[in-house]
């Protein structure tokens, strides 16, 4: 069971909150234009808002289906999303639901026949793709929205550091036996002295193991690597379909890199599903790419009522259905040695 959080984190948490409170409390007027924004939104950028969350979820249940299929354990596309709905609304929920959340995706799939090492390699490469392409678009944001010095310079320098690191360190391993047995030496030391990191290095082991025998090879993970990148495009689909919805001109310019630096905190969780410190973060960031502050406020508003509260009783729904549904026994996935599709 994950850890339950900490005196600090709760104090983080309360002193967030109360930040907001004191924010909302000095923006009273700037929320009452959101309202009247909100009041008048046009229903059909919102049912493309709609849609453009839904299929953002239906791309990560694909992400996790197809993992589970290249380990041999074949799910329907329904059953994937009714599970990723409701961890969703875990994560959104709880203190911590993050690990929560993790933790009960495991236990669902170990009850569905899935292999254990084939459960944690799941979440873990599942977790890992889906940061790479949230960096992937904070690369892209960054090329977009920064400034023609920090695209000619800073970018290509940053870029050339992390290809001579890497490619040192690729050096260092093949033409040095002397480097090589310095890592494996220190590897295998740091075991003997910890019983808690040899488990950890065990598992490690076990975790890489599996996610090679997924599918080797680089070109067959393009096909998982677009599902997670199109997981947040859609995402922010939804947000520009909320700013078109309120009649607000769209800062294409900025969208791209507001959204993602709103990612970033958020994903830590300090608040349950992040509320408050995805609208703050993102109200300013909207303001600071020329929005007015009404209409920052009213756009973050509708984005987080399609993309979070409107998910929460339908994830719920789905966390009843799925966790009171039979295990193995009755509901087991089909096993196949095939691969993912």
Request: hydrophobic share 55%; proline share 5%; net charge positive.
């Amino acid at each position: 069971m994950p850890a339950r959080p900490g005196p600090l984190w709760w104090l983080a948490a309360v002193t967030l909150v109360a930040a907001v409170l004191l924010v909302a409390l000095l923006r009273r007027r700037e929320l009452a234009q959101a309202y009247h924004l909100i009041a008048g939104v046009h229903p059909l950028p919102v049912a493309v808002a709609v849609v453009s969350e839904a299929l953002s979820i239906v791309c990560f249940a694909a992400l996790y289906r197809w993992l589970l299929a290249a380990g041999g354990a074949r799910w329907g596309l329904r059953r994937t999303t009714g599970i990723v709905v409701a961890a969703n609304a875990v994560a959104g929920t709880l203190p911590g639901g993050a690990a929560f959340s993790a933790a009960w995706i495991f236990r669902q799939l170990r009850r569905r026949g899935v292999e254990q090492v084939l459960a944690a390699a799941v979440l873990v490469v599942a977790g890992g793709l889906s940061v790479l392409g949230l960096a992937a678009l904070l690369v892209a944001a960054t090329v977009a929205a920064g400034p023609a010095e920090l695209r000619a310079v800073l970018l290509p320098g940053v870029g050339v550091l992390i290809i001579l690191g890497i490619a040192l360190v690729a050096f260092g391993a093949t033409r040095f036996a002397g480097f090589r047995a310095a890592v494996r030496r220190a590897w295998t030391d740091a075991g003997r002295r910890s019983r808690r990191i040899l488990q950890g290095q065990e598992a490690l082991a076990r975790l890489v193991d599996q996610a090679h025998h997924l599918q080797p090879g680089l070109r067959p993970w393009l096909g998982p690597f677009a599902f997670a990148l199109l997981n947040w495009v859609l995402d922010v689909a939804c947000l520009a379909a909320g700013l078109w919805a309120l009649g607000i001109r769209v800062p294409w310019h900025g969208l791209l890199f507001a959204y993602v630096l709103t990612q970033i905190p958020g994903s830590l969780r300090l608040t349950p599903g992040s509320v408050g410190i995805i609208e703050t973060s993102l109200s300013a960031l909207l303001i600071l790419y020329g929005l007015q502050p009404g209409s920052a406020i009213a756009a973050t508003l509708l984005y987080r009522a399609v993309s979070y509260w409107a998910l929460q009783p339908i994830g719920w729904a789905c966390w009843l259905i799925i966790t009171f549904q039979g295990g193995a026994s009755r509901s087991g996935p089909r096993r196949s040695a095939g691969r993912g599709s």
